[in-house]
């Protein structure tokens, strides 16, 4: 693993944001949601797809509380443009968790 300087941990924006809507993503090659997360009114609502449906369904994050990458520029994943990198680890068996915060911090937090 190569370190990185601290500058380069800061150009990462990483903020708290709450799924507004979610939806099931059929086109994608791997069982995927898609999402709509609001970043607060400086950076507003996002769109992105996650390969998270071991744990989740499209019910169950409206409303969750997730981090993500938000300067990261658009990419186009089959007919969905993804604006944000939501932020998850694997489970023992390879499923991804999403990251949130423990405690109800406001909506578009910067990550420290």
């Known amino acids: 693993m190569d370190d990185i300087s601290f500058d380069d941990f800061l150009n990462v924006d990483i903020r708290t944001g709450v ?4 939806e099931p993503f059929p086109e994608a090659r ?14 507003g609502e996002r769109k992105t797809s996650a390969q998270v449906t071991v744990h989740y369904t499209p019910e169950s ?4 509380r997730v981090m993500a990458v938000v300067n990261f520029p658009p990419r186009q ?3 969905v443009r993804s604006e944000v990198l939501v932020l998850g680890v694997p489970d023992e068996n390879g499923a991804i968790v999403l990251v949130s ?3 109800d911090v406001p909506t578009g937090g910067r990550m420290h």
């Open 19 to 22: 799924v507004t809507r979610a």
């Open 30 to 43: 791997k069982p995927a949601i898609k999402m709509w997360i609001d970043f607060g009114p400086e950076i």
């Open 77 to 79: 994943i089959g007919p």
């Open 61 to 64: 994050l409206i409303g969750k």
């Open 101 to 103: 915060p423990d405690r």
